[in-house]
Structure formats: structure tokens, C-alpha cells
């Protein structure tokens, strides 16, 4: 039986062989084509962004108390809103990170006054690709208000939706998670200095709708009147002042 390897000389491909250096090598390129930026990231769009974490810079001065840490809220253009889009290297740990998200495009973020310094200059000399794009996904920089806390409803019908309870109505509170274990225990402590301070406030004065007011650690009454600060309450023996009229 004839051998069908040796009869067919049309089944057999041809060989080409090419010696070192005979042919001209081309390098190819990686990492596939640039980021591309959701809208142009010029300097009055620079400016922009800057001129929010300057009023969120003067925000957290006030919000943060003791800690020295506030959140912040970013919001993100509804095309970059997947989470391959995230702006992680702009709000990173060396300036603003990310601590959690709210609604659809909502990101939240740890802010502190060093951080937020960081972030500023970020936002007007960054030229890399990366950092263009994400600088693009960005719709706001906001301070987080007590009405966001609450998702938009008056401290009171907050109360009356809460269960009453022996002294009062009883509600829960969330904190954000700041993730570095120095930073979550003083803003902890500032919460625990607060409820405190109000609580014995509230015996001190009974039937004085009690305000405490951060940053300038000031106990007022509905009227806006002076009734004490943190540091020298509950220790001072001062009656409460009193409005005429």
C-alpha cells in the first residue's frame, strides 16, 4: 500500500526561513489607547472644581470639631457613573478617600483641611490621563448639611416618626466609617461630648428647646440666645439668660 505522506507533495506547506537580523523589528506599543475625558478639562473648569473645595475647605472648619475630619459629598455626571469610572486616584488616600456611596452617582469622602489642600492642587496642575478623565466625571464637590443627613426631613418629624421611650423619643444614628481607627474614634468622641452635653443641658434648663451649635461649641435655645458653651458647661453655675420681650 503506497505511503499517502510521500504522494501528495501538494499537502506539504513551504518553509520559510529568515536569518537574525534580516527582517526590521517595530516596537509595540502597550496599555491601549488613553483614558478619554468625559468633557474638556480646561482651566475655567479647573477654576470651578477649585472654587468648590475652597467653600468645602471653609465647611469642614466648622464641621469637624475635635477630630478634624468631615464628609463630603461628590457627585459624578450620569455617564461616569459605572464603577470602572470611579475617580479613585483623584480623591485618594493621600488627598480626599472614598468612604462609601449614597445615591446613583453619589460618592462620599473623607475630608480634612490637609486633604483638601492636596485635592486643590490636584485639580489645578494635574495633566496626566488618568487624572484628566476622572477630573471630568466630576459634577460637584459639597459640604454634607444637616438636611442630607436627615435625606431631607425637619429634625422634628424625624422625632415624631421615632418610638417614644421612657425620657423622650428614641432614634438611630449612622455614622460614616472614616476607616483610619484614630479618626472614626475622635469623631465618635465628638458625637459622645455632644449627646452629652445635650442631655445635661436638657436637665439643667427643662422646658429650653436646647441648640448645640458646632465648631463654635455654643448651647443656645430656640431663640438663638446664649445659654453656655461646651467648656464651661455643665461646671458653670450661671442661670440662663433671659430675652425680654
Given amino acids: 500500500m503506497p505511503d499517502d505522506r510521500l504522494s501528495a507533495p501538494r499537502d506539504r506547506l513551504p518553509i520559510k526561513v529568515i536569518m537574525p537580523k534580516q527582517g526590521t523589528e517595530r516596537r509595540i506599543q502597550g496599555g491601549g489607547t488613553p483614558p478619554r475625558p468625559f468633557r474638556t478639562v480646561d482651566r475655567e ?80 496642575d494635574s495633566h496626566s490621563d488618568q487624572l484628566i478623565k476622572e477630573l471630568s466625571s466630576v459634577e460637584t464637590i459639597e459640604p454634607v448639611t444637616p438636611s442630607d443627613r436627615r435625606t431631607g426631613m425637619r429634625a422634628l418629624d424625624l422625632l415624631q416618626r421615632s418610638p417614644r421611650g421612657k425620657d423622650g423619643f428614641i432614634t438611630r444614628v449612622r455614622l460614616f ?65 433671659e430675652r425680654a420681650g
Fill in 45 to 124: 473648569y479647573r477654576t470651578h472644581l477649585s472654587n468648590q473645595v475652597s467653600v468645602l475647605r471653609e465647611a469642614t472648619i466648622s464641621q469637624a470639631g475635635d477630630a478634624g475630619v468631615a464628609p463630603a459629598r461628590v457627585k459624578l455626571l450620569p455617564k461616569a457613573i459605572a464603577k470602572s469610572h470611579r475617580p479613585e486616584h483623584l480623591f485618594s488616600s493621600e488627598t480626599c478617600p472614598i468612604i462609601g456611596g449614597g445615591r446613583l452617582g453619589e460618592l462620599f469622602i473623607k475630608a480634612t483641611p490637609r486633604g483638601l489642600n492636596r485635592l486643590s492642587g490636584i485639580i489645578k
Fill in 177 to 241: 466609617n472614616f476607616g483610619t481607627e484614630g479618626d472614626q474614634h475622635g469623631f465618635v468622641d465628638d458625637l459622645t461630648v455632644a449627646l452629652a452635653t445635650y442631655h445635661a443641658a436638657i436637665e439643667r434648663w427643662p422646658g429650653k428647646a436646647i441648640t448645640l451649635r458646632q465648631g463654635r461649641h455654643v448651647i443656645e435655645d430656640s431663640r438663638r440666645s446664649r445659654l453656655a458653651t461646651l467648656f464651661s458647661f455643665p461646671w458653670s453655675d450661671k442661670p440662663p439668660p
